[in-house]
């Protein structure tokens, strides 16, 4: 990524830590309540690459709006992802012990803090949109409807249901591996794009742009975990590496091998590239769309 690019990300993601920190403050009417709110922030604040969070920004800015206002919608969206992977790393789900380099949420805590930790933060996003009054009523409403939608059963929790029925079949297809990834790893990474827009004032025709591209991106997004699952280590990724293959997952890679799921990640950003090209002002999310592709973690 450029210079000027990296400086861009760095402004952003500092932006975005800050207003998760105020999103989820510590109050003296909660001290009865600590031990799952420190299980929120634990995982909360665990870093990570904040893709989704930067790529709302972004589209708000690409859209010709201001970022800031776009922080709400950017901290709600990193809460509904920071409870998926709470619930994912969870025995019944993939059984993780670690996430972003240290302790899993169930490991620092116990289980049942994990679930009710993850259970809050889903909740609380949708709270975080409704109060911002600097955006208009009908701009919340609308970008409450997108995550809602892209993270239920339509959207993340789909993909998942879909990923974990997977695990008990042998006759797996690419077509199904492609549902299963638009609805896991794609819908809020379309929910990211697309609620960019709306904060920024964009029509329709340009949020369907939008959720193209974020169809490409989180496809592609997928492919390349999917791949360092194989040729990655534990230390790199912050995350233990060979699960998928521990777990009987049908992945690309087990289809296609990793030559051929390279291929189609590489036309996959293509694409995305191509739809951004036809917007102004789009060299910081072309750097950033070719940065994800050629990723290490």
Do not use: W
Request: with cysteine; net charge negative.
């Amino acid at each position: 990524m450029k210079d000027v690019h990296k400086e861009q990300m760095t402004k952003d993601i500092e932006l975005i830590e800050n207003a998760l920190k105020a999103y989820l403050p510590y109050e003296e009417s909660i001290k009865r309540q600590e031990r799952v709110v420190d299980a929120m922030r634990y995982s909360l604040e665990a870093g990570g690459k904040r893709i989704r969070p930067v790529l709302v920004m972004e589209f708000c800015r690409l859209m010709c709006g201001s970022p800031e206002d776009a922080l709400s919608a950017a901290a709600a969206l990193e809460m509904i992802h920071t409870f998926s992977l709470i619930h994912d790393d969870l025995p019944a789900m993939d059984d993780d012990d670690y996430r972003r380099g240290r302790k899993s949420c169930h490991k620092e805590f116990d289980e049942a803090t994990a679930i009710l930790a993850g259970d809050a933060l889903s909740i609380h996003a949708f709270s975080v949109i409704a109060k911002d009054e600097n955006l208009s009523f009908d701009k919340r409403v609308k970008i409450i409807d997108i995550l809602s939608e892209t993270s239920g059963y339509k959207g993340m929790i789909g993909g998942q249901i879909i990923d974990m029925e997977n695990e008990k079949r042998c006759d797996v297809d690419i077509e199904n591996l492609r549902a299963m990834c638009a609805g896991k790893t794609g819908a809020l990474i379309r929910a990211a794009c697309c609620m960019g827009c709306v904060v920024a004032g964009a029509d329709d025709e340009v949020i369907a742009k939008a959720d193209r591209y974020g169809s490409c991106v989180g496809l592609a997004f997928q492919i390349i975990d999917d791949i360092l699952d194989v040729t990655s280590t534990t230390e790199v990724l912050g995350k233990p590496v060979g699960s998928d293959e521990a777990s009987n997952k049908t992945t690309f890679v087990t289809l296609m091998g990793i030559h051929e799921a390279e291929k189609l990640a590489a036309q996959l950003t293509e694409e995305a590239i191509g739809i951004l090209e036809q917007f102004d002002k789009h060299e910081f999310l072309k750097d950033l769309t070719h940065d994800l592709l050629v990723r290490i973690k």
